[in-house]
């Protein structure tokens, strides 16, 4: 079966520009999309098909893949950002997630 | 604006069977995949299995789970159907109910999710 691998954990100081990997063989072969999940509420697409943003989401998140990782980048980021981030691709018709990477804005 | 609201028994006792619903307001019901996700207590997203409305789904590939899954769709009625039969207590989880896309444009509305939990 095919994998995602995600960081546990990052942390980044207000204002400042953090970048979140997700690693799977040739994932720059496949569409990857990010989420963002806070605690007590549903999930938010926040990137699609590598490097796209959904109609509303700020400027200041940014994707990007090649080769075997896509990275999430968020540039300037609030306090808000804080959540937990997850990857996700298609593979055989199955959608998988990374184990989620937990944002913390220090 | 697409909104997605679900329901169901919040409590289920051991191998018995979890049964929760979606219907889906504001929007079209046909050329998406409509999908399950949950979330187990400190763990991370787990993809259960999605249906469109040509009745074409596909499940988790997690055999153990699989083989007691049923997704089904109304589309009279705009509804989303999961049944988890057997349930033990690796199931409990918040359960979300989303749409998803074709073509690498992701499961962009979500359900406001339901925690089941068996016991």
């Known amino acids: 079966s095919y994998e995602l691998t995600q960081p546990p954990s990052v942390s980044v100081s207000p204002g400042q520009t953090v970048s979140i990997p997700c690693s799977g063989d040739?994932?720059?072969?496949?569409?990857v999309c990010w989420y963002q999940h806070k605690p007590g509420q549903s999930p938010i697409l926040v990137m699609y098909?590598?490097?796209k943003r959904p109609s509303g989401m700020p400027e200041r998140f940014s994707g990007s893949n090649s080769g075997n990782t896509a990275t999430l980048t968020i540039s300037g980021t609030q306090a808000l950002d804080e959540a937990d981030y997850y990857c996700?691709?298609?593979?055989?018709?199955?959608?998988?997630f990374g184990g989620g990477t937990r944002l913390t804005v220090l | 604006q697409v909104q997605l609201q679900q329901w169901g028994a919040g409590l289920v006792k051991p191998l018995e069977t979890l049964s929760l619903t979606c219907a889906v307001y504001g929007g079209s019901f046909t050329n998406y995949y409509w999908t399950w996700v949950r979330q187990p207590p400190g763990k991370g997203l787990e993809w259960i299995g999605e249906?469109?409305?040509?009745?074409?789904?596909?499940?988790s590939n997690i055999p153990s789970l699989n083989r007691r899954l049923t997704i089904s769709l109304d589309t009279s009625k705009n509804q989303v159907f999961l049944k988890l039969t057997s349930v033990t207590a690796a199931d409990t989880a918040v359960y979300y109910c989303?749409?998803?896309?074709?073509?690498?444009?992701?499961?962009?509305?979500w359900g406001q999710g339901t925690l089941v939990t068996v016991s």
């Open positions: 098909q590598d490097s």
């Open positions: 249906m469109n409305d040509s009745g074409s789904g596909t499940k």
């Open positions: 996700q691709v298609w593979h055989i018709s199955t959608v998988i």
């Open positions: 989303a749409r998803g896309n074709a073509g690498g444009k992701g499961i962009d509305f």
């Open positions: 040739k994932l720059g072969e496949k569409y």
